[in-house]
Nanobody, 125 residues
């Protein structure tokens, strides 16, 4: 069974940085596109970013474009979300999810069958 585990969440001040990690166990990420989603209290889940299996293609939500960067290290079976210049609106539970295909062409959660448990990221001064 595919398992994803997020880590790296925590408390950060506005303008600061945070790096989230998504590590897979019991399967290899090499053939899967991976996406990050987030859900803030009282809000719907939002697609943040995705990356193709090779890392050659990425996609970002407008709300994080230019501030967040997604990357992957297939040798470590890990995908990262680098969050820079964070804002209060970035406070949410962050989830990583794996697509059954290699291509990052959508941030629609329905296209991602495998999910982690989430990690909390809080932006506060």
């Amino acid at each position: 069974q595919l398992q994803l585990v997020e880590s790296g969440g925590g408390l950060v001040q506005p303008g600061g940085s945070l790096r989230l990690s998504c590590q897979a166990s019991k399967f290899t990420l090499d053939y899967h596109a991976i996406a990050w989603f987030r859900q803030a209290p009282g809000k719907e889940r939002e697609g943040v970013s995705c990356i193709s299996s090779s890392g050659s293609s990425t996609n970002y939500a407008d709300s994080v474009m230019g501030r967040f960067t997604i990357s992957r290290d297939n040798a470590k079976n890990t995908v990262y979300l680098h969050m820079n210049n964070v804002k209060h609106g970035d406070t949410a539970i962050y989830y990583c999810a794996a697509d059954s295909t290699a291509w990052c062409y959508t941030l629609d959660a329905e296209n991602y069958p495998y999910w982690g448990q989430g990690t909390q990221g809080t932006v506060s001064s």
